[in-house]
């Protein structure tokens, strides 16, 4: 099953559930079809792989003795399989799995963690670095299996007594950050399986370092892990074939409506309530322009001076066609062809029509893509930057400017705990205005549709076309 399925919402799932599986999930969609980032340092096609993992657990919780075995296995040319193998006695589900928590002892100077299992280099956060996942193997060593393909490189290994597979995915650009690497460890012992993917701004001998400090303790009844994700393997499985049943149809309906359903758009300078009580809002105005010169210049950050030329304009964005890989062959860039990129600069005026002070008030703009089609209005999901028709090789457009990131890119007016996009407090009959900006492609000029909504509008919801979409097509 493809994966990139699961990045939907799951049915009949609790919602701690629900998360989790999402968290990972996204990990493997990034993996699969990444948004491009743009690199703070490059890494080689060719990276050989290792991994050490030490151990300060007790005997095996499972009854009997037997050989459980790491083993990769071919699926065509370029296609894997890795599972656990049981060589010893029939196969018994655990008695006891002990809990544990993941203790990291070695980062590369630079690198912090940014959120649970998650590490990055500091002056690049979010982006790259390495990703760590514990599955609690609940149902049997030997259930584990998973399936990949598009794999340029594939190494067993073992290390400290336990076995590991390491798998390498083609990176296209090598200018930019990709996680194109990902390593399974089984601590057949303990009955965990280690997934771990390292991007390309990690090199060899770090992500080696980063590895050989990495630690499984025990911890006491009711403890969890303390900085990585643990999800039980008949969970994950059952969250997985959840998703993949009811994905498709969530898809269409977050992405098509009948025309009807957005007949409460608006025009740029009319006025409309928001979803907080006394507050009302209007896009006053809004300019496109092939520079950067309307922005505050202490705002605008280095990944956006590098999409400027000397006299500040707007390079072009690139669009790599890729035919992507399976098991019997490896992705790559079929052909490629650049298109003008665009500042959308958007004036919003909220106004409190109440009688309170309100305070704390949240601004978010999203920049949709709708287009008509037989009576219906369908939202690009921003997945691929358009669609491949009959005799076409190629199966995916990649965005590799900074137009492909549809969030909000720029605002001027800062509040709230964390100083970012809050009105720290609007007065009775007081107007606050807030910029925006985005960067677009000039081809998405004439789809564009600004959303309000602070409960998103990147999908077609009820909370978003209860609002109303802003008309802002060019």
């Known amino acids: 099953m493809r994966l990139e399925n699961l990045k939907y919402e799951f049915p009949a799932m609790p919602e701690d559930m629900k998360e989790m599986i999402q968290q990972e999930v996204e990990k493997q969609v990034k993996t699969e079809y990444p948004r491009f980032q743009r690199g703070r340092k490059a890494a080689g096609r060719t990276i050989a792989a290792s991994i050490a993992a030490v151990m300060l657990l007790g005997t095996t919780v499972f009854a009997g003795v037997r050989a459980y075995r790491l083993r990769q296995e071919p699926v065509g040319t370029h296609g894997v399989e890795v599972k656990i193998t049981n060589e010893g006695d029939a196969a018994e589900a655990p008695v006891e799995i002990p809990n544990v928590k993941m203790e990291v002892g070695y980062l590369p100077e630079g690198m912090v963690q940014t959120e649970e299992g998650k590490y990055s280099y500091e002056e690049d ?3 790259g670095g390495i990703s760590l996942l514990l599955f609690k193997m609940d149902t049997g060593d030997e259930k584990f299996e998973v399936k990949h393909d598009d794999i340029s490189l594939s190494e067993n290994f073992t290390v400290n007594g336990y076995e590991g597979v390491y798998l390498e995915s083609p990176n ?48 006491g009844d009711g403890e969890g892990a303390s900085n990585v994700s643990t999800c039980s393997w008949s969970e994950y499985q059952e969250a997985a074939a959840a998703a993949e049943q009811y994905a498709g149809t969530e898809l269409e309906e977050k992405s098509t409506v009948a025309e009807e359903k957005m007949a409460n758009t608006h025009a740029v300078g009319e006025s409309f309530p928001s979803n907080k009580e006394g507050l009302t809002l209007k896009v006053k105005d809004v300019q496109v322009t092939d520079d950067i010169s309307l922005l505050n210049p202490a705002l605008v950050d280095e990944e956006l001076k590098n999409e400027t030329d000397e006299n500040g304009r707007l390079l072009p964005a690139d ?57 219906l209005m369908q939202m690009s999901s921003g997945d691929s930057y358009e669609e491949p028709t009959e005799g076409d090789v190629w199966t995916n457009a990649c965005n590799r400017g900074l137009s492909a990131f549809w969030d909000m890119y720029y605002y001027d007016v800062f509040g709230g705990e964390r100083n970012n996009n809050y009105i720290d407090s609007i007065l009775p009959g007081e107007t606050k205005t807030v910029h925006m900006g985005w960067i677009v492609t000039e081809e998405e000029l004439g789809s564009l549709y600004l959303s309000l909504d602070t409960y998103g509008g990147l999908e077609f919801s009820d909370s978003s076309l209860e609002l109303g979409y802003v008309d802002i097509r060019q």
């Open 125 to 127: 956060l979010y982006k």
């Open 172 to 219: 296209l650009y090598e200018d930019d950050i990709f996680f194109n690497q990902r390593i399974y460890v089984a601590y057949t012992d303990v009955h965990y399986v280690l997934e771990m993917y390292a991007a390309s701004d990690v090199t060899k001998e770090e992500a080696v370092k980063i590895a050989e400090g990495i630690k499984l303790v025990p911890t």
């Open 319 to 375: 669009i790599q066609y890729i035919k992507e890989g399976d098991a019997d062959s490896l992705s790559e860039v079929v052909r490629s062809r650049q298109v003008p990129q665009k500042l959308v600069y958007i004036t919003v005026e909220y106004t409190n029509e109440g009688e309170q002070a309100l305070s704390n008030v949240l601004f978010v703009g999203n920049l949709a893509r709708i287009t008509k089609k037989d009576g």
